[in-house]
C-alpha cells in the first residue's frame, strides 16, 4: 500500500508559481506511475499530468501544457508539479495519485479510475 501526501499549496496571484509535491510511503514509490489531478468547487476531478515510472515519459491537460511541468525523485519518494503562469481557472484542489500501470506509449493515463491510491489534496487558489 502506498501513502500520499501533497503539500506546497497556497494562495497566489495570477501570473504567479506554486510547486505542489507528493510525498510517499513505502518503498514501492518507483513501481507506480503518478499523477496529479485536480477538482474545482461543483465540478469534476480532472485529470492534469501523469509521468511515467522513471520520469521518461509524461502527459498534460491541454489546459495546463506550456505552465505545469511534472517531475519525479524516486530516490525521495516524491512527486513535483511546478506550476508557472497561473490563472484564477487553475483553483481547485490538488490531488496526487499512484496508478499500477506500466507505462506503454499508445496508453492514456487520464483515467481517474485506473489510479488506486490517493492523497488528501492541497488547495490552490490563484486570484485575479
Known amino acids: 500500500q502506498v501513502q500520499l501526501v501533497e503539500s506546497g499549496g497556497g494562495l497566489v496571484q495570477a501570473g504567479g508559481s506554486l510547486r505542489l509535491s507528493c510525498a510517499a510511503s513505502?518503498?514501492?514509490?518507483?513501481?507506480?506511475?503518478m499523477g496529479w489531478f485536480r477538482q474545482a468547487p461543483g465540478k469534476e476531478r480532472e485529470f492534469v499530468a501523469a509521468i511515467s515510472r522513471r520520469g521518461v515519459n509524461t502527459d498534460y491537460a491541454d489546459s495546463v501544457k506550456g505552465r505545469f511541468t511534472i517531475s519525479r525523485d524516486n530516490d525521495k519518494n516524491t512527486m513535483y508539479l511546478q506550476m508557472n503562469s497561473l490563472k484564477p481557472e487553475d483553483t481547485a484542489v490538488y490531488y496526487c495519485a499512484a496508478n499500477p500501470t506500466p507505462w506503454y506509449r499508445d496508453s492514456t493515463y487520464r483515467k481517474r479510475n485506473d489510479y488506486i491510491y490517493w492523497g488528501q489534496g492541497t488547495q490552490v487558489t490563484v486570484s485575479s
Open positions: 513505502g518503498r514501492t514509490f518507483s513501481s507506480y506511475v
